[in-house]
């Protein structure tokens, strides 16, 4: 676990001692696909690509478009294209604070997508994209800087422009996996005092080594 000394953070602890709490349900997968692609390169989202099938049926996610903040090698935006007609995937390629290659990995994660029409790289910071009205999206996945700051910033835009939006490395990052479970209280859908924040909007979690730690949105 990485500890956190983000001042946002710590904020947001004390003044969620006050708070309603947010009740997250344990979702576990009804089976696991492996999708029809897969990029052979290590990545913390093995396992998780496994899971995609059943998250999509389950939650009838529609499956036009597909939005990825946090691409680095390509593992993730591979797995999703086997399901989603498109996916956008938003990143720097030159690692942040939290990432141990720093090196500018851009041409060579383009490379990687090239064999996938419907994949396309854009490479910019997230606070940039999301000044832009880019519609909806069946789903968004947050993976990039992991602060509580941007998490939150991201994760908000995301759940407000998509049908389903995960965020990964909740369990690993404390300051990830707080505004992912705070979020649905700032989305303007009335005050969240039990599992469902609307009729239709729940907030998932699932952990272990089949799956990576993974929380999620639905509505």
Known sequence: MNLSFEPAYWESIISGLVKPKIDVIPYIPKHRVPPARRLEVISAWEGIQNILSDLIDRFRTDTGRSLEFGVEFGFSTVALSSYFDSVVGVDIFCGDKHTTNKQDIYNE???????????????????????????????????????????????????????????????????????????????????????????????????????????????
Request: aromatic share 12%.
């Open 109 to 219: 994660t383009l490379d990687r997508m090239s064999p996938y029409p419907n994949i396309e790289l854009i490479r910019c910071d997230y606070r940039d994209f999301i000044q832009v009205d880019h519609g909806s999206f069946g789903l968004i996945h947050v993976d990039n800087v992991h602060t509580f700051a941007d998490t939150f910033a991201c994760g908000l835009w995301g759940a407000k422009h998509s049908r389903c939006a995960i965020f990964h490395d909740t369990e690993s990052f404390p300051q990830v996996r707080r505004p992912s479970r705070k979020s649905p209280g700032l989305l303007a859908r009335g005050s969240i005092t039990s599992r469902r924040a609307m009729d239709s909007e729940f907030w998932f979690e699932t952990r272990g080594a089949a799956t990576g730690d993974l929380i999620f949105a639905c509505s």
